[in-house]
């Protein structure tokens, strides 16, 4: 059996602080990785309460906890309520996710998700999936690739990238990190070289994963599974997942505005709790991928 190094778990207390656990309640973690999460909620549950949690790394099946209020589904979060039925549940009290990459998976040198290793071009959260970084660097055209490094890696010079990697790959394919590197070189000054290697990486990985879709399906199911005073904490990394969540919690869409009554009014299904949350300095000294996080909060009205 393989050990698996998971760093501590970013925001621990104030998202499960959130969640206002109840102690005879049932509770999903989406994002279970190390598991840190829901050992703190486990913690607080008594001997009726129940924890579900979902992870489709199968690293992550490793950290499964023995505990018999616990039940670890290895699937993508997307499917939430489906599998939440399969197991005879149609409310919960409170939800948490944790979006992103696990610190394993960066650590990791061979999943291809750090920009410190030279790895294959793999970046998938779900090793059975067909689609990896390679198909996307390799496969995709010269439109597809520029959308995918201008819509999820807010890169200024997506144009210009993606054509030269459609050139480069006419003579071989881009097969490593290192070779993709080389081949954006120009892009990388040494000053900015990390930032922007951070975008170019999150880009694809967002494409590869279908982060963006999974967070919006994901959240569109919330509503209905919550319980009257339920609460969710999400926790987000880059800007495009939290105005997602934002957006949602403030009115229920992700584009647009709501329908609006003779008045002026309109409904949604949850209410903000408290505003944004972020680490705090001491957190990020001991941990630098907390720097970006960023806990919004919310409960079902």
């Known amino acids: 059996m393989k050990t698996m190094e998971y760093h501590n778990p970013v925001l621990l207390k104030e998202s499960v602080d959130g969640l206002n656990v109840k102690p005879d309640g049932v509770y999903v973690d989406v994002t279970f990785g190390g598991g840190g999460h829901s050992k703190e909620i486990?913690?607080?549950?008594?001997?009726?309460?129940?924890?579900f949690a979902f992870d489709q790394d199968a690293d992550a099946l490793e950290n499964a906890l023995s505990d018999s209020r616990f039940t670890l589904i290895h699937e993508n979060f997307r499917y939430i309520k489906r599998f939440l039925r399969f197991h005879g549940v149609k409310k919960v009290d409170g939800i948490l996710a944790d979006f992103g990459v696990s610190s394993h998976q960066f650590d990791v040198a061979e999943r291809g998700f750090s920009t410190r290793f030279e790895a294959d071009l793999d970046m998938r959260m779900n090793q059975k999936n067909k689609l990896s970084a390679y198909h996307v660097i390799n496969d995709y055209d010269e439109l597809q690739l520029k959308n995918v490094l201008a819509q999820y890696g807010e890169l200024r010079a997506a144009p210009a990238m993606a054509k030269l990697i459609v050139e480069y790959r006419e003579t071989e394919s881009i097969v490593t990190s290192e070779q993709l590197k080389n081949v954006l070189a120009k892009f990388l000054p040494p000053r900015h070289a990390?930032?922007?290697?951070?975008?170019?990486?999150?880009?694809?990985?967002?494409?590869?994963?279908?982060?963006?879709?999974?967070?919006?399906?994901?959240?569109?199911?919330?509503?209905?599974?919550?319980?009257?005073?339920?609460?969710?904490?999400?926790?987000?990394?880059?800007?495009?997942?939290?105005?997602?969540?934002?957006?949602?919690?403030?009115?229920?869409?992700?584009?647009?505005?709501?329908?609006?009554?003779?008045?002026?009014?309109?409904?949604?299904?949850?209410?903000?709790?408290?505003?944004?949350?972020?680490?705090?300095?001491?957190?990020?000294?001991?941990?630098?991928?907390?720097?970006?996080?960023?806990?919004?909060?919310?409960?079902?009205?």
Do not use: C, W
């Not at 486990?42 to 924890?51: H, Q, T, Y």
């Not at 399906?217 to 990394?237: A, K, M």
């Not at 609006?260 to 990020?284: A, C, H, Q, T, W």
């Open 42 to 51: 486990l913690s607080r549950l008594n001997e009726n309460g129940k924890l």
């Open 194 to 301: 990390n930032k922007v290697l951070a975008q170019i990486y999150q880009a694809i990985r967002i494409e590869v994963n279908q982060e963006i879709e999974v967070l919006k399906e994901f959240l569109q199911q919330t509503p209905e599974l919550l319980d009257d005073g339920g609460r969710l904490s999400f926790i987000s990394y880059h800007s495009l997942e939290d105005r997602l969540v934002k957006r949602f919690i403030r009115n229920g869409l992700f584009e647009g505005e709501p329908e609006r009554d003779m008045y002026g009014n309109f409904e949604v299904p949850l209410k903000k709790v408290n505003g944004l949350i972020v680490p705090s300095k001491e957190e990020i000294k001991l941990n630098n991928r907390a720097r970006s996080a960023k806990l919004r909060l919310a409960e079902k009205k």
